[in-house]
């Protein structure tokens, strides 16, 4: 977790002066402040911002608003989840959530928005791979990884 995290936080880097726009809750609620070795409120934002920032670049439409996900859960298995509601593995967030956690096995960082009240469901994920060693990000796709996240 502490490998994956560390990826995370570098990742982060590029693309935290330009999500300045994006509104963050005041506080979250959950475990990912809480636990031993919990995580910052900063650190946080940065993590959803940098979500929302790439639902800009690849036009995802989503009736998510960022500064409502305010319940966060840290998990070894998933990595962290944001939410409006308090976490429920059985129905994640009524089916709005961010999820920021490792593509796989793979060098990358997998940045998941799902949005359920979007009635075409072709439009109601978006899932970007991002490549921290070598700064490139893509849709999650097959090709992307084995091209990018080695």
């Known amino acids: 977790m502490k490998k994956l995290i560390g990826i995370v936080v570098l990742g ?17 609620l959950g475990n990912c402040g809480i636990t031993k070795g919990g995580l910052s409120k900063d650190l946080l ?31 070894d298995r998933i990595g962290i989840t944001f939410t409006t509601i308090p976490y429920n593995s059985n129905n994640i967030g009524n089916g709005q959530y961010v999820s920021i956690g490792r593509a ?17 469901t072709n439009d109601q994920m978006l899932m970007v791979d991002y490549n921290v060693q070598s700064n490139k990000f893509g849709l999650s796709t097959s090709n992307f990884r084995n091209e990018n996240c080695y």
Request: include cysteine.
């Open 12 to 28: 982060l880097l590029w693309c935290n002066l330009s999500v300045a726009e994006i509104n963050v809750p005041n506080k979250y």
């Open 104 to 120: 796989g096995s793979s060098s990358c960082i997998m940045y998941m928005i799902l949005d359920t009240s979007i009635s075409n």
């Open 45 to 75: 934002d940065t993590y959803l911002k940098s979500a929302f920032k790439f639902a800009d670049i690849y036009n995802f439409n989503t009736n998510i608003k960022s500064d409502e996900l305010i319940y966060c859960n840290l998990s």
